[in-house]
């Protein structure tokens, strides 16, 4: 089982929904990321998170430390949402810094 | 600020050749860290450096690869004796801070590298 394990794996969306990507993770954190996956494969970092909840524009990210999961949630989605949205951990027993992945959700959202 | 930067961005090698992979990090950042992206798959840690150090290179595969990080110039990510398993997406990321902060890291544009 892998240590970060995202839902669902594909989604497709009409234009205007609103979306939510879940991400589960089993090992202890100091932080949670959601990146952004463009095709043509740049990685742009959204969200950064320790706790609670946190707002950029659109895209809202929340994370439950207790539960050991976080969503990251769109609202009034656009065809350019469509990418690839990639959760990350960085352990908490690690003072390394280096992120543990899951494997993507592939978002389409459709005019 | 330009951001992290990556070159070459597409990169064809011939098996058994080698390829040399540059990462520029961000203007003060002091940390970089190297990902692997093979294809259908997730991206995976590799290799962890300050400068003219290596911290973690639990992810490194034992033999072939290595990497570097000067006190000048960019770091290095080099790959001996290329196979075709090894042409993936490689991406570079740099950070700011220390490892007692939790720190955003910014990534480059990534190289992708084809192996004939």
């Known amino acids: 089982k892998n240590e970060v394990e995202q839902s669902p794996q594909n989604l497709t969306a009409q234009e205007g929904e609103f979306i939510t990507i879940n991400c589960s993770y089993s090992?202890?954190?100091?932080?949670l990321h959601w990146l952004q996956q463009h095709p043509g494969g740049g990685i742009v970092s959204l969200f950064m998170l320790s706790s609670g909840k946190k707002k950029h524009g659109r895209l809202i990210a929340t994370i439950n430390i207790q539960e050991k999961h976080s969503s990251l949630h769109i609202t009034a989605s656009h065809p350019r949402d469509s990418a690839v949205y990639i959760c990350a951990v960085r352990g908490g027993s690690s003072n390394t810094g280096k992120l543990i992945f899951g494997q993507g959700t592939t978002l389409q959202v459709k005019p | 600020n330009a951001g992290v930067m990556q070159n070459p961005r597409h990169l064809v090698r011939r098996r058994g050749q080698e390829a040399r992979l540059r990462c520029s990090p961000m203007?003060?950042?002091?940390?970089v860290y190297w990902y692997r992206q093979l294809p259908e798959e997730g991206l995976k840690f590799m290799v962890y450096?300050?400068?003219?150090?290596?911290?973690?290179e639990s992810g490194m595969p034992k033999e072939r690869f290595s990497a570097e990080f000067p006190k000048e110039g960019p770091s290095i990510l080099r790959i001996q004796q290329v196979v075709r398993g090894d042409s993936a997406a490689y991406f570079c990321?740099?950070?700011?801070?220390?490892?007692?902060?939790?720190?955003?890291?910014?990534f480059g544009p990534g190289t992708r590298l084809t192996v004939l």
């Open positions: 203007k003060g950042h002091s940390h």
């Open positions: 990321a740099s950070s700011l801070g220390s490892v007692l902060r939790v720190d955003t890291q910014y």
């Open positions: 450096l300050q400068k003219e150090n290596i911290i973690d």
């Open positions: 090992v202890g954190i100091s932080a």
